[in-house]
């Protein structure tokens, strides 16, 4: 089994940046997706970016342009730089690898338990 956990989350004002970490404890043969998703309160979980095996990425509308995705391989991590945050990025911010612990087991998600990242003058 795998278990991942973020980093990097705290306490900012609206203009400044983070970056966020997500590192794997455990063994994973591969990891296709791996991606960045926020809850706020009351809100549903939204994908925030993701970033594919061949480097490929995608970015939810608003924060095109001020975060940027990008992951590790040997071994397994991601980060996301978000600059420029504003009050609205507020949100407990959530991992997840889309891979395969062996070569001949199916894909399957992986989740951290989150990181609260708080945007507040």
């Known amino acids: 089994q795998v278990q991942l956990v973020e980093s990097g989350g705290g306490s900012v004002q609206p203009g400044e940046s983070l970056r966020l970490s997500c590192a794997g404890s455990?063994?994973?043969?591969?990891?296709?997706?791996m991606g960045w998703y926020r809850q706020a309160p009351g809100k549903q979980r939204e994908m925030v970016a993701l970033?594919?095996?061949?480097?490929?990425?995608t970015y939810t509308e608003s924060v095109k342009g001020r975060f940027t995705v990008s992951r590790d391989n040997n071994p397994f991590k991601i980060y996301l730089n978000m600059n420029k945050l504003r009050s609205e990025d507020t949100a407990a911010y959530y991992c997840?690898?889309?891979?395969?612990?062996?070569?001949?087991?199916?894909?399957?998600?992986?989740w951290g338990r989150g990181t609260q990242v708080t945007v507040s003058s």
């Open positions: 997840k690898w889309t891979g395969r612990l062996l070569p001949s087991l199916p894909e399957k998600d992986y």
């Open positions: 970033i594919s095996s061949d480097d490929s990425k």
């Open positions: 455990g063994s994973i043969s591969s990891v296709n997706v």
